[in-house]
C-alpha cells in the first residue's frame, strides 16, 4: 500500500494570510510565502516515498476575493517552488465554498478526502493530516487519521487543550511533525 499523508496548505505549508494579507486569503503568488522548514520537510516526505496530497478550504473564491483560476495559478508555483527543492506534491484539493454553503467538501466535512481515496486509489484511514485549526483536526479524526497540530498556523496550543476533538500530537511545524512520523517508520 503506497504511503501518503495529507496536509492543509495556509499555516502549514505557507504563513497563514491571516491579519496581513487584504481579505486574509493567499490572493496572489506574491503572498504565499513558504514557513520556515516546510520545502525541507516535503522533500524528505517525498524521499521517504510518500505520496504528499494537501486539502484546504479556500473560500476566498467564493467570496470573490480571487478566482478559481488564480488559486490554481498559486497552487502551481507552490507545487513547482516544491520541485524545485527536491519535493513532491502528489495532488491538491480545495473547497471554494463559503461556510452558509454547506458543501460537503468544506472542512471539517470529508468530502475533499474521500475525492483524493478514490481519485489516488490511496485511504486516508490511518494516515496522517496535518492542519492548523480544529476543523482540520475535526476531518481528520472523522476520517479515522492521525491528526496532527501544528503551531506554525491559527491554533495555539492552549486553545486545542479545550477542544471537544482533541489531535494525537501536537508539534511547532511541518519539519517537527516530519522527523517524528520518520522516525516512527510509518
Not at 50 to 74: C, P
Not at 128 to 135: A, M, N, P, S, Y
Request: aromatic content about 10%; overall charge neutral; hydrophobic content about 35%.
Amino acid at each position: 500500500m503506497k504511503k501518503v499523508i495529507f496536509l492543509d496548505r495556509d499555516g502549514v505549508i505557507n504563513k497563514d494570510p491571516g491579519g496581513w494579507t487584504e481579505h486574509n486569503y493567499v490572493t496572489g503568488w506574491e503572498y504565499f510565502l513558504f514557513l520556515p522548514g516546510s520545502k525541507e520537510a516535503i522533500k524528505k516526505l517525498t524521499l521517504a516515498g510518500y505520496d504528499v496530497v494537501v486539502i484546504s478550504n479556500q473560500a476566498g473564491v467564493a467570496r470573490g476575493y480571487y478566482t478559481a483560476e488564480k488559486l490554481a495559478e498559486i497552487n502551481a508555483c507552490m507545487a513547482e517552488e516544491i520541485a524545485r527543492s527536491g519535493g513532491r506534491i502528489k495532488s491538491a484539493y480545495y473547497c471554494v465554498h463559503r461556510p452558509d454553503e454547506n458543501c460537503g467538501c468544506r472542512k471539517p466535512d470529508t468530502g475533499l478526502f474521500k475525492k483524493a481515496e478514490r481519485e489516488l486509489g490511496v485511504k486516508a484511514r490511518g494516515n496522517f493530516f496535518v492542519g492548523d485549526t480544529e476543523t482540520d483536526i475535526e476531518a481528520g479524526k472523522k476520517m479515522g487519521m492521525k491528526t496532527v497540530l501544528v503551531l506554525s498556523g491559527k491554533a495555539k496550543k492552549e486553545e486545542a487543550e479545550c477542544w471537544n476533538i482533541k489531535p494525537d500530537y501536537i508539534f511547532n511545524g511541518l519539519n517537527e511533525t516530519v522527523d517524528f512520523i520518520l522516525s516512527k517508520g510509518d
